[in-house]
């Protein structure tokens, strides 16, 4: 006899909800990786060191690493909508900042204001998903979500050339996101209901206390095994995102228009991994390989991109690393999610955890590219950074197997998580 389970729908509203919340999401890493392709103008026009130019890239990660936990631990005390109504407010004025900018300091602040909420998006969304969302549908939301990321950082590099020569420089540029992001939050305020998000025991009346989500996400081990190698993905993808196309152009010989197409490649690989990942993982029944894999392959795929001029074969590199990059993490997110009886803020609590320890690598490795850079030159920093994927690759076979061939075979309960 067979049986057809039914997965459940997504309604309209909840569509509706994600589709705002990854548009602003989208803005602020349009923002952030534009960073490389505006780097050689901000550089020339503000006549900055590299290793001022390291600390303007590292900004954006170290304030990620140091306000994402603080700004979603909020979760718990406020309602999910209203934080993130204030993350976009605070991204707007930072961007907006940032174009106004005529010295490094209001440049630096401007960036590092955007950054200081930006790594906090993903929790109060996990919130509002969990509660509108059913989990079967949960690995295919976190895949089309994954995909809004790179997206994102593709337009930063394909089209930021674009609107930089069409407005004029890199500040019109972002006063343009800064409006953008504005219009984002008044959608968001008009269109998401103050009730979405709210859970059981705050519709009694029940209190949670402020830090009892993060407590207990870190109880579980693959909250700490995922923070703790995510750190060697952010490291080489933003010393590579910032600082490669001034390789490319400085060692290579190749043009920063030629260099732009390349890196732009990078998050196209990552929209791809981000949306094919989740089948192939079903079709293979395991999640783990999906996972782990990748921190071994990936220090050869970002090191390839400093041994050759073929634009061709920049190209297929570049697509091929971003798909790396990119294919384990709804995956790896998706993790959390399925932690049995874990509740919808310490899911909450345990990306952000994630996204903080991500973002620390991301600062460290364009701090290192810039001191290294200085004393060592661009070509062997930029090696030395393309090591770091093995720390993820290597914490992460310790991580259980939960994927589909797991669940069949009735081994989720007895899961040590």
Avoid: H
Wanted: proline content about 5%.
């Amino acid at each position: 006899m067979e049986t057809n389970v039914q997965i459940p729908r997504i309604n309209g509203r909840a569509w509706l909800m994600v589709v705002i919340a990854w548009i602003g999401y989208m803005i602020m890493n349009l923002s952030n990786f534009s960073i490389g392709v505006m780097m050689p103008d901000i550089i020339r026009d503000l006549e900055l060191s590299l290793r001022e130019a390291g600390w303007l890239s590292a900004s954006a990660w170290l304030m990620k690493a140091a306000l994402t936990l603080p700004v979603a631990i909020l979760v718990a005390k406020f309602n999910p909508k209203y934080l993130l109504q204030a993350i976009f407010i605070t991204v707007a004025a930072g961007v907006i900042m940032q174009g106004l900018a005529q010295n490094y300091l209001m440049l630096f602040i401007g960036r590092s204001l955007v950054y200081c909420v930006a790594g906090a998006v993903l929790a109060p969304l996990a919130v509002l998903k969990i509660s509108m969302i059913a989990k079967e549908r949960m690995v295919f939301i976190n895949g089309l979500e994954n995909f809004t990321g790179p997206a994102g950082q593709a337009m930063g590099t394909a089209v930021v050339p674009f609107l930089i020569a069409t407005m004029g420089g890199w500040r019109d540029t972002l006063l343009l996101l800064g409006v953008v992001t504005v219009a984002v939050n008044i959608i968001w305020a008009l269109s998401v209901r103050k009730e979405a998000g709210i859970t059981a025991d705050q519709k009694s009346g029940g209190k949670i206390k402020l830090l009892a989500p993060l407590r207990e996400a870190l109880r579980y081990k693959t909250v700490w095994l995922l923070a703790l190698g995510w750190p060697g993905t952010g490291f080489v993808w933003n010393a590579t995102y910032s600082f490669w196309p001034t390789y490319a152009v400085d060692t290579l010989g190749i043009t920063m228009a030629q260099a732009g197409l390349v890196l732009g490649l990078l998050p196209f690989g990552s929209m791809v991994g981000s949306l094919t990942a989740p089948k192939l993982t079903d079709l293979m029944g395991v999640d783990k390989l999906m996972i782990c894999t990748w921190g071994f392959i990936l220090p050869f795929a970002y090191g390839s991109l400093l041994f050759t001029d073929s634009i061709p074969l920049l190209c297929l590199l570049s697509f091929f690393a971003g798909y790396g990059a990119y294919a384990f993490v709804p995956i790896a997110f998706t993790a959390i999610y399925k932690i049995p009886a874990i509740s919808p803020r310490a899911v909450a609590m345990g990306i952000a955890f994630i996204v903080m320890f991500n973002g620390l690598g991301g600062g460290l490795g364009g701090l290192l590219v810039g001191y290294l850079g200085a004393e060592l030159g661009l070509a062997s920093a930029l090696k030395i950074c393309c090591l770091s994927p093995f720390i993820f690759g290597l914490l992460t076979l310790f991580l259980p197997e939960t994927g589909r061939k797991a669940q069949a075979r009735g081994l989720a309960g007895n899961i040590r998580y």
